[in-house]
């Protein structure tokens, strides 16, 4: 005798009736005494399950696995089948027990159902085709079965992370997050694990911890404060938890001199200028140009892809990761390190450099920084105030292949030291567009001679032999020649994307020498 682990874990399904929609309607005594399922090809059927009222419309089906409380009530010139089938094996499939519906199924599953259909009608020399057909037939309604609970189950796994995330500091229990998913605790343990490679307790607890931690960058608190700010009840037990994830205490964490490590390239920069190289860093190449650095200290790409980078990442070992908020990478990287976020269309850049200062305890260095900066800033006013007297407007353009990018302060691209440093103006064309609220505004690149400035700035142009050809259209065009900017020669092609793209203090310095260097030419 085999034992039950030693047979196969297979499961195999058995057509053993085919009924038409139409003759199951007809025939009264027609009794199911197994699970079935309903395929609609045309048209539309009325039913009732469990006392509720049921619609299949064309290209629907619909499994039950308990056919007490089916009563099919009409077929309204609707062409479609019934399959009953046995079920045989060890083990069973949870997709297919249930009672489900499903909508607006792909023409491939219809088409292997009328297969089905025609073969249980033919007398076939091949007595297994029969089982082939509907077991492919199966095989794809399960792949769509599988598919519609991925995505049931992504929607209300984002929506109890996101509440989690807000509320980690409030008692919640495993037993309260699965009733707001409308789930089982037991579902909801194993669809959190999935997702999150974590357990729900084991999440909570990193998370409690993680904000402990970025606490601790800047102040330290009494740990019985510390542990109520953050959802525990006392101290001692934080400082235990803490010690047991991050393998020392609070107090030690505190005092440490951090390992940092930055996903993005103005981040390296700012910790640059603090004269600190991260453990790993995104580098451009205008980064890589002022700092040379090996490439163990680098993070692959220039845009940077977390799971590539994920063993460098952990083996870097870093007390705290700076980066932009709204990435996807915090459970990823939450057993890592806390991921100290800085939102960077509320924070300017100096805002932001002020902050990372502060985690490495270097607000000295930034004082001066921004000092000598701002002594800088005050030199070339004195410059322009000679030169060009009062400065008038002016506009940032980023040409790409397709489209046109006009840039606000916030993103940079020399716009901040045009408009907060050097005292030009926004044209009324971009402010009336609500460029200041968005931060952006893009245009076909025809359109760019529309927008009438008394100084342009092109900070790149494009790569691509479509975009070039646009752009030699648009600037041997009248509409173009007759902008006040042009007509007095205050048109500054830069070209140089890696440098403009940066929004820190690096970047910074260079862009105002290059814009300096065109004002004063």
């Known amino acids: 005798m085999y034992k039950d682990n ?36 045309e048209g539309y059927i009325e039913c009732t399950l469990q006392g509720r009222h049921i619609r299949l419309s064309t290209n629907s089906v619909m499994l039950l696995d308990n056919t007490d409380d089916f009563h099919l009530l009409e077929t309204c010139e609707s062409r479609g089948i019934i399959i009953q089938y046995r ?19 792909s023409y491939r599953l219809m ?47 984002d929506k109890v992370l996101h509440y989690i995330h807000l509320h980690f500091r409030e008692e919640l229990t495993r037993e309260q997050m699965a009733k707001k998913a409308q789930v089982s605790p037991e579902h909801f343990s194993r669809t959190f694990h999935k997702h999150t490679g974590y357990t729900y307790s084991e999440y909570l607890t ?6 402990s931690q970025k606490r601790l960058l800047f102040t330290m608190p009494k740990l019985d ?52 190289t991260p453990v790993l860093g995104v580098y451009s190449p205008f980064l890589e140009g002022i700092k040379p650095v090996p490439n163990t200290h ?75 900066y701002d002594e800088q800033i005050a030199q070339c006013n004195d ?11 002016a506009i940032v353009w980023e040409i790409g292949s397709h489209q ?46 529309y927008f009438q400035a008394d100084y342009i700035f092109v900070t790149a142009l494009p790569t691509k032999d479509f975009g070039k050809e646009h752009l030699l259209r648009v600037l041997h065009s009248e509409k173009w020649q007759s902008l006040t900017a042009v007509q007095k020669k205050q048109v500054y092609f830069l070209n140089q994307y890696e440098l403009f793209y940066g929004y820190d203090p690096l970047s910074t310095a260079m862009q105002l020498q290059k814009l300096m260097e065109v004002l004063t030419s």
């Open 298 to 372: 680098k993070l692959k790409g220039y845009e940077y892809d977390i799971a590539s980078n994920y063993q460098a990442i952990t083996e870097a070992c870093p007390d705290i990761i700076i980066n932009y908020s709204g990435g996807d990478e915090k459970p990823l990287l939450l057993s890592v390190a806390p991921i100290f976020e800085l939102p960077c269309r509320e924070l300017s850049w100096r805002e932001q450099f002020g902050l990372i200062a502060h985690i490495v305890d270097r607000q000295e260095v930034c004082k001066s920084w921004l000092q000598q």
């Open 383 to 393: 410059i322009l105030d000679q030169q060009h007297g009062a400065r008038g407007t």
């Open 111 to 157: 088409n292997l159902a009328k297969e089905v259909e025609k073969e249980a009608n033919t007398e076939s020399n091949n007595p297994f085709r029969l089982q082939k057909l509907f077991g492919e037939m199966l095989e794809v309604l399960y792949s769509l079965l599988r598919e519609n609970n991925q995505k049931k189950e992504g929607l209300w796994i």
């Open 404 to 449: 046109a990018y006009c840039l606000n302060s916030s993103h940079g691209r020399g716009s901040h030291i045009l408009y907060e440093d050097l005292g030009f103006s926004r044209p009324a064309a971009i402010v009336t567009r609500n460029i200041e609220q968005t931060g952006y505004l893009t245009v076909d690149i025809e359109d760019i001679a």
């Open 87 to 105: 079920v045989y094996g060890y083990k069973t499939d949870r997709l297919l027990q249930a009672s489900i519906l499903i909508e607006q199924c």
């Open 225 to 276: 404060e510390l542990a109520e700010e953050v959802g525990y009840n006392e101290g001692t037990y934080l400082s235990r938890k803490f010690k047991e994830k991050v393998g020392v205490s609070p107090t030690v964490y505190y005092q440490k001199s951090k390992r940092v490590l930055a996903l993005n390239t103005n981040h390296t920069a700012c910790l640059l200028a603090l004269g600190i």
């Open 6 to 41: 030693q047979l196969l874990s297979h499961i195999f399904y058995q057509p053993i009736q085919i009924v038409k929609l139409n003759e199951m309607l007809s025939d009264i005594e027609t009794q199911f005494t197994y699970p079935f399922m309903v395929i609609v090809y």
């Open 206 to 211: 990193w998370l409690r911890i993680r904000e």
